[in-house]
């Protein structure tokens, strides 16, 4: 089991509606958050203010991505200036969603990512291969440099999560193994240990992401490298989520 806190983040996506998002709110205000975990959610952005407004304050809202700059002429992006005025601590930067529809480089998600950081909001940076790159054996390769694409723009990690998600395994039901999850999370931090410091190494979290739901989290959360989880579509299920989120107890 992982020697660091816990960290859960439920990514809604674009889904939801006013009354669904009430009913979610309302479900997740029922969980009962354990000591040494995080809970973070992270509704449309459309949806955020009146989710931070009725969420208990036990659990933490994210935006799913932001921009670089405080504000200007951006037609249709949020800034994470923007995000800390509504009581918006966290966002999560460079979901593979974004980087494949929205061409999404490793350097744009680390200037993101360094700008949130500056402007105060935690950032949840995701990383993940394809299913021909673990085919072809350059797993490695791909989420270190991804991760590379975040550590050349910052200095200090204490407000990041590193979620490893997988782009095979995200909405596909198809969740990698606790082992081959352990595999990528050592990896990443020894990539960490060598290329920033051991201390950052031993004390960020890396999360895991890619079909975890109600019936799988506990297995996966035994392993001592896997220091919580990203969820999507487990997360519009409050009682399923109120599993994962018990997972580690
Ligand atoms: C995600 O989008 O971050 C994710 C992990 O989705 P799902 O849990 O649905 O695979």
Redesign the pocket.
């Known amino acids: 089991m992982s020697p660091r806190n816990f960290f859960i ?1 439920g ?1 809604w ?1 674009m889904n939801g509606s006013v009354a669904q998002v009430k009913s979610l709110v309302e479900g997740l205000n029922k969980i009962n958050v354990p000591a040494q975990t995080e809970v973070v959610v992270a509704p449309p952005a459309l949806y955020i203010d009146r989710v931070r407004a009725n969420l208990k304050k036990e659990i933490g809202v994210a935006a799913q991505n932001s921009y670089v700059k405080a504000s200007g002429a951006y037609t249709g992006e949020i800034s994470p200036e923007q995000l800390k005025d509504l009581g918006i601590d966290w966002v ?1 930067l460079g ?3 974004r980087r494949e529809y929205f061409g999404e480089s490793d350097e744009f998600v680390g200037e993101k990512t360094a700008h949130a950081l500056k402007a105060g909001v935690s950032v949840i940076a ?1 990383i993940g291969e394809k299913l021909e790159e673990r085919e072809a054996n350059v797993t490695a390769d791909v989420v270190t440099r991804q991760l590379k694409g975040v550590a050349d723009k910052i200095n200090d990690w204490t407000n990041v999560v590193v ?1 490893y ?1 997988p782009v095979w ?5 198809k ?1 990698a193994t606790p082992e081959q999850a352990e595999e990528v999370h050592v990896t990443l931090r020894n990539w960490l240990s060598t290329n920033v410091s051991k201390e950052v190494a031993d004390s960020v979290r890396i999360i895991y ?5 109600a019936k799988n989290a506990a297995e996966l959360a035994t392993k001592p490298n896997i220091d919580g ?7 519009l299920k409050p009682d399923d989520f109120n599993t994962i989120v018990q997972a580690r107890l």
């Open positions: 983040g990514n996506k999560i979901h593979s969603e995701c979620a998600e395994a995200i909405g596909t039901g969740v992401g890619g079909s975890v739901n989880f990203l969820v999507g579509g487990a997360s």
